[in-house]
């Protein structure tokens, strides 16, 4: 194997227009710069600055990707091999012009590689950038003192610290790369370098210049940190980066090397990084789906789309309509009222008009949507998707609909977030191809999908909404059918325990505080106020718990086995639905508003209402408020492990980093429970539900507890306690 891995990673030398030596850098799929390659590196460049013929160097990447970057799985490891920050000096030491020929990516690593050659020539479609922040490190191979070198203050540190990735064009226009072509570049970098040979190389050795600064530099530092501070959302890495860029204002290029590695060797070791790296890993791992019938992504074809439907034109199906024609797909969208139908036309039309611009897409865009009343007009597509509202009897009617109006191989999917795909399935002569797509709101621009099959969904009816996921740029991952799948069946604890909360003495702005502090964008009572408390009271109703189809026994604070909470609904009762109505557990400037203030009222009401109900009011603090919203809702993801809903942790962790903005520097719930340690959080969820009993849910899962009983093995091995091994890592 070692063999093998060692054959097919080098650094392969090769000459051309005889005095120019080829180095390319060879390690599918992506040319990371892994320990053998590191190796491999130093011998062949020291055999092209050693042999007297050859007078320039090209470095280029095998198969058109320049290089993809350090080997992340190394970090987890120790470092050994040739260190990139001495290969990189040789490099820009060597007294013959070395020119890149960027094609693909030239990324973390690889970009650091490319900053140490004199020159840079990119392909048009080549992107380059330093996404080392996302991955909770900073460039240490002297990336964070070379490129603000290179080009200015501002778009170094921006580059630097968000880890945003540059079109070739873009990098050609802030002066990263020296050349954009659209033909071979390769081919231009070799008659670039042949051109350049002998010509002096002084200036372009990066660490040889000073860092070019704005006028007032501090000011603008501290106004960067600032910044920083306020959009990080609790991660260190942006930080980190931004001293780092500092010391190349203020200090040598080798004191600044020596921040780097110091500020790297910090961060590598935090638990931000492993949760990030984990979840590098994570999100690829989503796309090897598998369902326990054995199907898996491996052994399944997709179907192809020509052109697709969706059926209720309401905020979700027009996100979905624009979604899939920003991924190429034509689409027919029907609704059943006229009214109905010109307004959704009128919004998805300015909403492609809007893309259109952004994203300069051809005006062919724009009349790949078609708008109809008429259903037999489904007979034309492939894949319908079903967008009306959460309720499961005008769903049925719908798809018995389909059954009969659409093409007999039709993919049906329902948009539905919590139903039962089965019980929708029923009514069709083709159950098999049944799926539920869950689209996140608004459905054009959020990442995640959750594919949901149901028994009788077939492979391809999976692989086909998976592979829609990914021409829709969206990370699909594929659950099982319960209710509320696998997203909102956790996050239902998460909001219960919220309002008990609330019940037994906290207020909505010392909730949110401390999830916002946690890294949560916005806390559970601002995201109800913005979606609309009404959304949650409908859910209510269609499962019996409140109104008019209320199940019968229970009380006023008991339903359906366990404590309930009422607040919201009598908050719906009162107008109190948030934003649109200007009220919600905040208050509103107006009906629409969106700055949250301080609601008098509902302190008001919540003093009587606990009162009015015999409950002892107590000190929640922010410990307590953190660990009762999220070990429960972490607790429910153990059962979904358990019962299989979910194939592995890490789709549970992507399901809550793409759709629920759980702070990636946490990993996810999962990682996050393992990072905790998972006999706290055993501990605690003992603790509450003996003080709370009739929380049941607050009652730890057997499986969190045979894995704690284990020893609390790490997350990769947890597939091996349940019935068969899951993890994909
Ligand atoms: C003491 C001083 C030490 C200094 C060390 C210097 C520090 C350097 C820091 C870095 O360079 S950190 C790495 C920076 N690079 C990245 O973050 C790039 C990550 N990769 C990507 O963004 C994408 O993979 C891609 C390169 C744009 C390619 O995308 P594509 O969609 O074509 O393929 P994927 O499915 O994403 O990837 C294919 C395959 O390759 C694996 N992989 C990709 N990049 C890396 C990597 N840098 N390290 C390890 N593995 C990588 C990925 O996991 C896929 O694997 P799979 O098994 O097929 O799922």
């Known amino acids: 194997m070692t063999q093998t891995l060692a054959a097919a990673t080098m650094a392969a030398y090769r000459r051309a227009a005889g005095c120019i030596a080829v180095i390319t850098l060879t390690n599918p799929p992506v040319n990371t710069l892994s320990y053998l390659l590191r190796e491999s590196f130093y011998e062949t460049f020291r055999r092209a600055n050693a042999d007297a013929e050859v007078k320039a160097i090209v470095i280029c990447g095998a198969d058109g990707k320049f290089c993809g970057g350090a080997d992340i799985k190394e970090f987890a490891g120790k470092f050994s091999g040739p260190s990139l920050v001495a290969l990189i000096d040789d490099v820009e030491q060597s007294k013959k012009p070395v020119v890149a020929a960027i094609e693909g990516m030239a990324l973390g690593g690889g970009l650091e590689l490319a900053l140490g050659c004199h020159y840079r020539i990119a392909h048009t479609k080549a992107q380059v950038g330093f996404p080392e922040v996302t991955l909770g490190l ?91 501070r306020k959009h990080s959302r609790g991660a260190i890495a942006p930080l980190a980066c931004l001293q780092a860029v500092r010391a190349s204002v203020y200090s040598t290029f080798d004191e600044g090397l020596k921040k780097e590695q110091e500020l790297f060797k910090m961060l590598l070791t935090s638990g931000q990084a492993r949760a990030l790296q984990y979840s590098f890993f994570a999100q690829r791992a989503t796309k090897k789906w598998s369902m326990p019938s ?55 039309m300015s909403m492609l008009e809007k893309e259109f611009k952004k994203k300069q897409l051809t005006k062919a865009y724009r009349e790949m949507a078609a708008f109809t009343l008429d259903l037999a007009k489904l007979q034309e597509v492939d894949l319908v998707v079903e967008a009306v509202f959460e309720n499961m009897s005008l769903k049925k009617q719908i798809f018995q609909q389909l059954s009969s109006l659409c093409s007999a191989d039709a993919i049906l999917c329902t948009n539905t977030s919590t139903l039962d795909i089965d019980e929708i399935a029923s009514v069709t002569t083709t159950p098999h191809l049944v799926v539920g797509m869950h689209f996140f709101a608004p459905a054009h621009v959020m990442k995640l999908l959750e594919v949901i099959y149901g028994p009788r969904t077939s492979p391809t009816a999976v692989a086909t909404a998976m592979q829609l996921a990914q021409q829709m740029e969206k990370v699909g991952v594929v659950v099982g059918n319960c209710n509320g799948f696998v997203g909102n069946r956790m996050f239902k604890l998460y909001a219960e325990q919220a309002y ?40 209510r109703q269609e499962q019996g718990l409140t109104g008019p189809k209320q199940i019968p026994g229970g009380s006023f604070r008991h339903r359906a086995g366990g404590r309930y909470s009422p607040l919201l609904d009598i908050l719906c009762e009162r107008g109190y639905l948030g934003q649109k109505t200007g009220q919600g557990w905040y208050l509103y400037e107006k009906p629409g508003g969106r700055v949250p203030t301080f609601n008098l009222w509902l302190h008001k009401f919540l003093e009587e209402y606990r009162e009015l109900h015999g409950i002892q009011k107590h000190y929640v603090g922010q410990d307590e408020i953190l660990e009762r919203c999220l070990y429960p809702l972490i607790n429910m993801g153990f059962h979904i492990l358990e019962e299989r809903i979910a194939a592995s942790p890490e789709d549970i962790d992507i399901i809550y980093v793409f759709g629920y903005s759980w702070p990636r520097h946490w990993g996810g719930p999962m990682f996050y429970a393992s990072m905790v340690g998972l006999p706290r959080v055993l501990d605690k969820l003992n603790y509450y539900h003996e003080i709370h009993p009739d929380i049941p849910t607050l009652e730890p899962s057997s499986l969190l507890k045979k894995l704690v009983a284990n020893g609390s093995p790490p997350i990769g091995t947890w597939g091996a306690f349940i019935k068969e091994h899951n993890s994909k890592l």
Do not use: H, Y
């Open 500 to 539: 008990f909360l609330l019940e037994e003495g906290a207020i909505p702005e010392q909730v949110d505080q401390v999830l916002e502090d946690f890294g949560f964008p916005m806390g559970i009572f601002k995201v109800s106020d913005l979606s609309g408390l009404d959304i949650e009271w409908k859910i």
């Open 138 to 228: 900073l460039p240490a191979a002297g990336g964070s003192q070379r490129l603000p070198r290179l080009i200015t203050l501002t778009s170094a540190l921006e580059l630097i610290t968000t880890g945003r990735r540059i079109s070739a064009p873009e990098a050609l226009k802030l002066g990263i790369v020296d050349k954009v072509t659209d033909k071979n570049a390769l081919d231009m970098a070799i008659d670039f370098a042949r051109d350049i040979i002998g010509k002096p190389l002084e200036s372009r050795r990066l660490s040889l210049r000073t860092t070019p600064c704005p006028p007032d530099v501090e000011s603008f530092l501290d106004e960067a940190l600032a910044s920083i």
């Open 294 to 348: 054995g199907a898996t992504w491996k052994n399944t074809s997709a179907r192809p789309l020509r052109k697709a439907a969706v059926i209720g034109l309401g905020t979700m199906g027009r996100g979905i309509t624009v979604a899939l024609i920003k991924a190429g797909i034509p689409v027919i969208a029907v609704e059943m009222g006229l009214k109905q139908l010109e307004a959704g036309k009128t919004v998805i």
